[in-house]
């Protein structure tokens, strides 16, 4: 599968993701072309401020595995993960990383910080961003001004990550 392919499915859990009410990220953890993690967020059902979609899709990649070493593992994500998942990436021997979006709040990869490609740890990790960028984008956005309308207080409450105004 191209990354194009996986990416699309990144998208559909974030999709998932916005309509539980979630902001819509998606990610999943590929090994030799199969996928063996998948996660979205779930920070509000969960109401936990750690329930990324990428630490959700690495965990479930570490059961499948039988490890937490995920060495030879991809991670597709819909937007550039914040520090924390870029950590778990690390921690995780991931060797390659996927995403669409820019995160102009928190994003750890390229925006502020490029914790992948210069880790203290001399960790070879590919970074490859943009791939279905556009249409990640768009997907926080519209599900950011639905919330707008629905709810100012909540809007500016769940803007953890992503803040579409920021989002090219
Ligand atoms: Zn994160």
């Not at 059902?45 to 329930?51: H, K, M, R, S, V």
């Amino acid at each position: 599968m191209t990354d194009l392919e996986l990416q699309g499915m990144a998208l559909e859990l974030a999709r998932e993701a916005g309509e539980a009410g979630e902001v819509p990220i998606g990610a999943l953890v590929i090994r030799a072309g199969a996928v063996i993690g998948r996660g979205r967020n779930r920070m509000e059902e969960l109401q936990d401020a750690t329930a990324h979609a990428e630490m959700f899709a690495l965990r479930q990649a570490a059961n499948h595995l039988g490890t937490w070493r995920l060495d030879g593992c991809q991670l597709f994500a819909t937007l550039e993960p914040c520090p924390m998942c870029a950590g778990a990436i690390l921690n995780s021997r991931i060797g390659r990383v996927v995403y669409g979006a820019p995160d102009h709040r928190l994003g750890a990869c390229r925006t502020h910080w490029a914790l992948l490609e210069r880790n203290p740890v001399g960790r070879e990790v590919e970074v490859v961003e943009g791939v279905l960028g556009e249409e990640s984008a768009k997907l926080l956005r519209s599900f950011f001004r639905e919330l707008r309308i629905g709810d100012r207080a909540s809007a500016s409450d769940r803007r953890p990550m992503g803040d579409p105004d920021e989002i090219a």
